[in-house]
């Protein structure tokens, strides 16, 4: 009897012991609390973002495992073993969370700095446009400037033209110029020169005045001055007398300013008579110097043979 | 064996099942009342962050749990209620930051494509004002 009621309390122990711990030390719920662990414990935006969530998650492990091995039913090692890994999870939605937030305030700032690069491109685009719009508009009246400039300074110059063209014709009309194929021929007589001397008198003077006004106002003319005499005296001293007085004249002129390069002269003595010798005013006529004006920028051809 | 072992034998089983009870589950009778509450919040928490619609599961373990909690409270049976609030508390938890992650990852998502267009019409932009 005794026995057998020690061999009963022997036999209850036995079952208490196996309701208790069917001994497995783990459960699948506690080795993928385990393994989310490990997971969480390698993710760095854990210990950033959740350090907190994760402690307690850690915590809750913890006491799983330690049912575990305090050999407790499957039922409270599961139970706390289901807790840890929800926390788990838990702490890795945390993590997300925030990481998401603060990628959310990056792209804020990034958006931000990028419109305020693409405004200030955009002003810049305007303000060289306008630029670009305002050099235009600046060489547009530059040009219209010039234009303009370019009208009036011909207009001038054919006003001066006009003008130097009226004031040449009215000079040559003043000094009986006579229109010939070398040129206009302006002709000093006799009168205009000291008897039988090459030196010209006041009138002489005027004269060749006028035409180095004429010269003056056109500087594409050129003159030639020819000195001729009558037939009275030796032909030597007539062509001596002739050059003198032609010398006369161009030196006159070039006293007047006229440059001495665009001045010819020749003396003919008693050649090339205007008129026959037989008679005191036609002998006067034939005393007398020529003076060719040159057409605008044109040489004046030689005089034809003699006659 | 003879009847009076058998029956003996009875007894001494009853007491171990009693005895083993005993050992493994420390008996609780502190209200869970307590327990409960925290989960039933936490569930309202979770609801109202968006769970039902961006973390289905995780809500409506936690809010099966809940609802047993109350029958094991109402069955005065405080230990289980006292387990199934703190499982339906974790499980609200996870619903509720899973719902804030979900929600904080679209609005990410939205920015960074926001950005990316962004991108584009200030290349394209530049590019045509290179051209």
């Known amino acids: 009897m005794k026995l057998n009621f020690l061999k009963a309390i022997a036999l209850a122990g036995t079952v208490g012991l196996t309701a208790c ?24 935006q854990i210990a950033t973002y959740a350090p907190m969530e994760f402690k307690q998650a850690g915590e809750s492990l913890d006491r799983a495992n ?26 890795q939605e945390v993590a997300k969370a925030k990481t998401a937030e603060s990628q959310v305030a990056k792209a804020g700032r990034e958006r931000d700095r990028v419109q305020l ?20 508009a600046a060489q547009a009246q530059a040009q219209a400037q010039d234009a303009q400039a370019q009208a009036a300074a011909a207009q001038q110059q054919a006003a001066q033209q006009t003008e130097r063209a009226s004031r040449l014709e009215a000079l040559l009309v003043e000094l009986h110029a006579q229109k010939t194929e070398r040129g206009m021929v302006v002709t000093i007589g006799d009168v205009l020169f000291a008897t039988d001397r090459a030196e010209l008198n006041a009138n002489g003077m005027a004269t060749v005045r006028k035409l180095a006004d004429i010269m003056t106002q056109n500087p594409g003319r050129t003159v030639m001055v020819e000195g001729f005499t009558d037939s009275t005296g030796g032909a030597a001293h007539n062509k001596d007398l002739s050059e003198r007085r032609a010398a006369s004249v161009a030196q006159a002129l070039t006293s007047q300013g006229v440059p001495r390069e665009r001045i010819a002269m020749r003396g003919y003595g008693e050649a090339f008579p205007v008129a026959s010798n037989d008679s ?21 051809p030689p005089r034809a043979a003699q006659r | 064996m003879d009847t009076k072992s058998i029956n003996l ?7 171990a099942v009693v005895l083993s009870l005993a050992a493994c589950a420390s008996p609780e009778k502190t209200p869970a009342t307590a327990a409960v509450a925290v989960s039933h919040n936490a569930v309202e928490n979770a609801v109202s962050a968006g769970a039902p619609e961006l973390a289905p599961t ?15 409270l109402a069955a005065k049976d405080y230990k289980a209620a006292r387990e199934l609030a703190v499982q339906a508390q ?12 979900a929600k904080a990852t679209a609005a990410a998502n939205a920015l960074n494509e926001d950005l990316r267009v962004l991108r584009q019409e200030v290349d394209r932009a530049n590019s045509d004002q290179q051209q």
């Not at chain 2, 995780?58 to 094991?72: L, P, S």
Request: hydrophobic residues 40%.
């Open chain 2, 90 to 101: 974790v499980d609200a938890k996870l619903a509720q930051s899973k719902a804030n992650s």
């Open chain 2, 58 to 72: 995780e809500i409506n373990a936690a809010r099966d749990k809940m609802m047993r909690a109350n029958q094991a």
């Open chain 1, 117 to 136: 690069e693409a405004r200030t491109a955009e002003a810049d685009r305007a303000k060289r446009d306008a630029a670009t719009a305002q050099a235009q």
């Open chain 1, 66 to 91: 330690q049912a575990a091995a305090n050999k407790e039913s499957l039922d409270t090692i599961d139970r706390l073993a289901y807790v840890a890994k929800q926390r788990i999870a838990t702490a």
């Open chain 1, 21 to 44: 711990s069917t001994v497995p030390t783990t459960t699948p719920t506690l080795d993928e609390a385990r393994a989310d662990f490990v997971a969480a414990n390698n993710n760095p």
């Open chain 2, 9 to 15: 034998l009875t007894r001494v089983g009853a007491a």
């Open chain 1, 280 to 300: 005191a005013s036609n002998r006067q006529l034939n005393r007398r110097v020529e003076i060719v004006l040159s057409n605008e920028g044109a040489t004046i």
